[in-house]
């Protein structure tokens, strides 16, 4: 099984600047990781596909990168609405397996 | 508009049987792979199974392999999630979930308890 692990656990950011995320797997899963967004008591959104395309309806502000092991989710300016629990995904070989999550919360 | 409804999640005790299920609205269902993702309270997302477009092809969590079934009726607009010999660990919210380049639909969950 791939494990996926996120940093940092909890990322504190002022309204307005950038925040990155971190997702690393323990053997490479190509391009196939997801991000996704989580806030209380909601499902899960679909944030970026194929580790740099986001999905439909995304602000431009949320950009994925990274190949391989090593991957990145930057949100270029946080928005009151953007604080929230963020998973990385993969689904490259089953099972599928998600981070633990990063919580982006304000500073 | 997509929508994905789960319903059946519930207490039961350790040992039990409990069967959900997903209602499908707004696209065409036979055409997608579909998920169960579950969510221990506090916790992170967890993979549980996954069933192809017309259903000939399953996938389980290794914590749930041999005590879930998934399954689905293209028919009804259903996806099915037959869950056995429950554990306290597997309390949690269920989510079915669509997968098109990644999970791009998820329902709003049904809650199962697992308490004598």
């Known amino acids: 099984e791939i494990v996926m692990t996120q940093s940092p656990a909890t990322l504190s950011v002022s309204p307005g600047e950038r925040a990155t995320l971190s997702c690393r797997a323990s053997?490479?899963?190509?391009?196939?990781l997801a991000w996704y967004q989580q806030k209380p008591g909601q499902a899960p959104r679909l944030l970026i596909y194929?580790?740099?395309t986001r999905a439909t309806g995304i602000p431009a502000r949320f950009s994925g990168s990274g190949s391989g092991t090593e991957f990145t989710l930057t949100i270029s300016s946080l928005q009151s609405e953007d604080f929230a629990v963020y998973y990385c995904?993969?689904?490259?070989?089953?099972?599928?397996?998600f981070g633990q999550g990063t919580k982006v919360e304000i500073k | 508009e997509v929508q994905l409804v789960e319903s059946g999640g519930g207490l039961v005790q350790p040992g039990g049987s409990l069967r959900l299920s997903c209602a499908a609205s707004?696209?065409?269902?036979?055409?997608?792979?579909m998920h169960w993702v579950r969510q221990a309270p506090g916790k992170g997302l967890e993979y549980v199974s996954a069933?192809?477009?017309?259903?000939?092809?399953?996938f389980y969590a290794n914590s749930v392999k041999g005590r879930f079934t998934i399954s689905r009726d293209n028919s009804k607009n259903t996806l099915y999630l037959q869950m056995g010999s429950l554990r306290a660990e597997d309390m949690a919210v269920y989510y079915c979930?669509?997968?098109?380049?990644?999970?791009?639909?998820w329902g709003q969950g049904t809650l199962v308890t697992v308490s004598s």
């Open positions: 707004g696209f065409t269902f036979s055409s997608y792979a």
């Open positions: 995904q993969q689904y490259n070989n089953w099972p599928w397996t």
């Open positions: 053997q490479s899963v190509s391009t196939n």
């Open positions: 979930a669509r997968y098109s380049s990644g999970l791009d639909y």
């Open positions: 194929g580790a740099s």
């Open positions: 069933i192809s477009s017309n259903g000939g092809s399953t």
